[in-house]
Structure formats: C-alpha cells, structure tokens
C-alpha cells in the first residue's frame, strides 16, 4: 500500500521516518526561515549541569511562558480570588503543572524531529483532516489575539495589579499557603466550580503547544547525537519549569490581591467606597447587596476605588504591557502553524502578511465596533472558543511523541503514555464541562439547536484523532485501517528545508 513499503528488508511506514521536503537549491528563490541562524551550545565535557549551557538554552521557554500571563489569563486570576478567595490557588498550581508537562511533550518533539508539530501534522495526517486541524487551530489563534487586543483596549481606556498592588493589600500569607498546597474548596457551590474549570482553561492554550515546539528549533543541536538530543531536552525542560514558575508567581500576585481585597465584598459596599472617592465608574456597579462579580475592566476601576488612581494606573499598564507582550506569541503561533500546516514557500515578508491578517483583521474588527463594557464581556467567549480547540494540540502531540517510528529512543514510555493520556483527557473533560455551562447559560432554543449540531461534527473529529491517537499508545486491537503503526524507527538523516 501507499502507507507501508520494503525497502531492503527493512520495513518503513508512512510513521516510520519524516521525509524531508524538496532543497532549497530546487526552488526558484531561497527560502528563508526564522532559524537560519542558530544559537551554539558551547562544549562541557563531563558536566552532568552546566549554567552556560542552560544560558544557551534559556529562551523559547521564557517566550512560550509569556502566553501563561495574557489577558485572558489575568481576567481568570481576579475572578478566582474575588469569587473564591484562596481556595482555588492549588488549581492553579496543577494547571500550571500540568501545563509544564505538556509543554515538555512539545518541546521533545521539536528537538527530537527537528520539526515542529504543525510540521509533523502536515506530512502524518491526510489531507482533509489536515487541513480541519489547520482551521481550528487558527480559530484558537484568532480567539487569543482577540484576548490580548481586548486588554490593550481596556489598558487605554483606564489609563494594571502586581507586586505593588500586593504590597498594598499585604495578603494573609497561611491563608495563601493553604490555597496553594491543601486540594480542598470548602463551602464552594457551581460558581466556584465553574471558576475551577476556567482557571485550566486559561492556563492551557493550544497554540502555545505548537508554538514551543518550533521555537526550540532555534538551538544548534545535532540530532544525530543522541547524547546532544537527550542534553537538549533536560535543559530545555528546566528552562521551561523556571519560565513557568515565573508566571506561576505574578498569577499567584494577581490572585491573591483580589482574594483579600474583595472576596466575599458586595456591590453596595464597592459602590459606597466608589461614590467617597469620587470615581466616575460606580455606575458599573448594581445597587444590591449580591457579591461582587469583576472582570479585566471592573477590576481595574475597584482597584481604583479602594488603593486610589495610582492603582489604577498601575492595573491599567500591566493589561497593556500583558496584552503587546501575548502578541508576540500569537504573531509567531500563527507563523508557525500556517507555514507548517500548509508547507508555505513564499518570502518572510509574504508570509507574515498572510498569517498576521486572517488573525488580526477578525480582532480589529470587533475592537473598532464594540464598546469596552461588550469587549470585556467577550472574554469569557473566548475561553470557550479557545477551550474547544484543546484537543487539536494535545491529541496530536501525545499521539507523536508515543510513537517509536517518529521519536527512536526518545518516545514516551508506558508510564508517560498513561499519564499523558489521563491528563488530556481530563484536561478535554474539564474544557467540556466549561463549554457546556457556558451553552446551557445562553438560553436561546436557536442557540442550542446550532450548538448540538456543531458538536456532532466536533465530537467525530475528536473521535477520529483520539483513535489514531489510541494506536498510537498501543490499542492495537483498534488498529483497522488506521495509518498510525509502531514499527522500529527508521529516520531519514538529510537536513530538511527547515534546518537548512
């Protein structure tokens, strides 16, 4: 068949090596990409931990954490410690571990391969199904720069709360403490929940998995070394768990700040303090006595009412600098993932033309025609939508990263198949259970009708990438036609366009 062959004896698959593209000396014009220079790692011989090298390393987890503090992230901190105050610190704690682990998965792919994994879905999915994960990815990527355009617009409208805003409200460290590490949520009802699970869904985004497994393609590593390779990975991973545990820190800020500032406050309490100080915005607020509910823009404005403008101002300038800051991941997401779903050959300048606009153009558009109280309402939208195309990353990436015939010795064992198994689904359960509350709240017949048909097409193509994904982790007993299959590795050592 078309997906198997014998080549003298020896037995390869379309899994079993990654064929490289036509040279660039075939083409017309020379093809350049974002990695024609690559950083060196120095030599350090019989060194089991050098610090040059984890310098040389040091970068693409930093950029890729950059995502974890975007403004769909912040939104998610504020809620959780107005809503829930501590209790939900250690979800946080386990998102971001999780995210971790995930990002590991990606980044061992992009070392191992040498592509990254829009690359890698390009030449081991057919095409149709391709080009389904090239749309939802993209939407994933629209929803993103949405979250970020939304915050540089609210940041200009106030014209932001870390270490200074902690400084102020000096949070009840045991109380923190206990949040992070006891996994419990006393007395929380549905609203603390649906917190929980929007807390997984901000933290885990599925653009960033492509985006860190192109990024580590920007080190000067020889494949062929196994040695090199396995020493890439252990730094690029200590990288990464010090990038995220960074950002892990400034949420911890975010959310600890509105947690003992405003947990449990009610409305006519934020409107009193508001009318004293004489804020122009205690209109935003209901004249009863329910909880407080905050968002990106309200939050701001609390801030204000309760620390004065200088709080304010201070919000205001972190939503923007979070917001330019998660545009740079989005910008090369887009790259990356259009250029390698759809193999691209056109100049640099082309190419970010294109990508930049089916992002930007949809985001614009809204942020012209909407005003800042339906933007900040738009971002609980966006987390759905984002939510959603979860699945589209981490199926695959699991699925190649298991498989022997793409990693050689570096596939993930059974204990990693397991884990990361249990953990995507559970991730894909959790984002389920955030977009089905999110539906059942529309209350529109018309609404529901369109959104059951969307999920029978959405529900298949998850079932068609978690079958192929299924084989891959060793289901053998569902290996019928599946163009995955496991057989001993046999790479193809030419360098491709993509390390030329």
């Known amino acids: 068949s078309d997906d198997s062959r014998q080549d003298n004896g020896v037995q390869s698959s379309r899994y079993s090596a990654i064929s490289p593209p036509a040279s660039p000396?075939?083409?017309e014009e020379p093809f350049s990409t974002y990695f024609e220079e690559r950083v060196p790692i120095p030599e350090s011989p019989n060194q089991i931990f050098s610090?040059?090298?984890?310098?040389?390393?040091?970068g693409p987890g930093f950029l890729m954490s950059i995502a974890y503090l975007d403004p769909g992230n912040i939104e998610s901190d504020l809620q959780s410690g107005a809503i829930a105050g501590f209790k939900l610190l250690w979800v946080l704690l386990v998102a971001t571990i999780i995210g971790l682990l995930l990002q590991?998965?990606?980044?061992?792919?992009g070392v191992v391969t040498g592509m990254h994994l829009a690359e890698v879905c390009n030449r081991q999915y057919r095409p149709v199904p391709r080009i389904i994960l090239w749309l939802m990815i993209e939407l994933a990527i629209i929803g993103s720069d949405m979250q970020e355009v939304i915050g540089c617009a609210i940041a200009f409208n106030l014209l932001s709360v870390g270490r200074s805003g902690y400084v102020l409200v000096k949070p009840d460290q045991g109380e923190l403490l206990k949040g992070m590490f006891l996994?419990?949520?006393?007395?929380?009802?549905p609203m603390q929940l649906e917190q929980a699970v929007g807390i997984v869904g901000a933290v885990i985004m599925p653009h960033n998995i492509y985006l860190h497994s192109a990024l580590v393609k920007s080190r000067d590593v020889d494949r062929k070394d196994k040695k090199a390779v396995k020493e890439a990975n252990k730094y690029y991973f200590i990288e990464s768990s010090i990038a995220l545990f960074v950002s892990f820190l400034i949420n911890v800020f975010v959310v600890a700040v509105f947690a003992q500032a405003f947990y449990n406050k009610t409305n006519m309490e934020v409107v009193s303090t508001c009318n004293a100080t004489g804020s122009p915005h205690s209109n935003l607020f209901p004249l009863n006595?329910?909880?407080?509910?905050?968002?990106?823009?309200?939050?701001?404005?609390?801030?204000?009412c309760f620390f004065g403008p200088a709080a304010l101002y201070i919000w205001a300038l972190g939503i923007l600098a979070a917001g330019q800051s998660s545009t740079m991941t989005g910008t090369y997401s887009g790259q990356f993932v259009m250029e390698g779903f759809l193999n691209l050959k056109w100049s640099r300048f082309a190419r970010v033309l294109l990508t930049r606009s089916i992002a930007i153009v949809p985001t614009l558009l809204v942020a012209i025609f909407q005003d800042v109280h339906h933007l900040t309402g738009m971002n609980d939208f966006l987390n759905v939508l984002q939510s959603m195309q979860l699945p589209f990353a981490l199926i695959p990436i699991l699925t190649f990263t298991s498989l022997t015939s793409i990693m050689n010795d570096f596939a993930n064992g059974m204990v990693w198949?397991?884990?990361?198994?249990v953990l995507i689904l559970l991730v894909c359960a959790i984002n389920m259970y955030f977009v089905i509350v999110y539906v059942t709240a529309l209350k529109s017949i018309l609404l529901y009708v369109i959104a059951a048909l969307l999920s029978v097409a959405y529900l298949c193509f998850v079932i068609y990438l978690a079958w192929h994904c299924l084989v891959a982790l060793g289901v053998s007993c569902l290996d019928c036609g599946s163009r995955v299959s496991n057989p001993p590795a046999v790479f193809i050592e030419e360098r491709s366009e993509y390390d030329s």
Do not use: M, S
């Open 289 to 304: 006595n329910h909880t407080l509910e905050v968002d990106i823009y309200k939050g701001g404005v609390v801030l204000g």
């Open 183 to 189: 996994p419990y949520c006393a007395d929380c009802g």
């Open 104 to 109: 590991r998965l990606a980044a061992r792919l």
């Open 417 to 421: 198949k397991i884990l990361g198994g």
């Open 51 to 58: 610090f040059r090298k984890l310098w040389a390393f040091t």
């Open 25 to 27: 000396e075939d083409q």
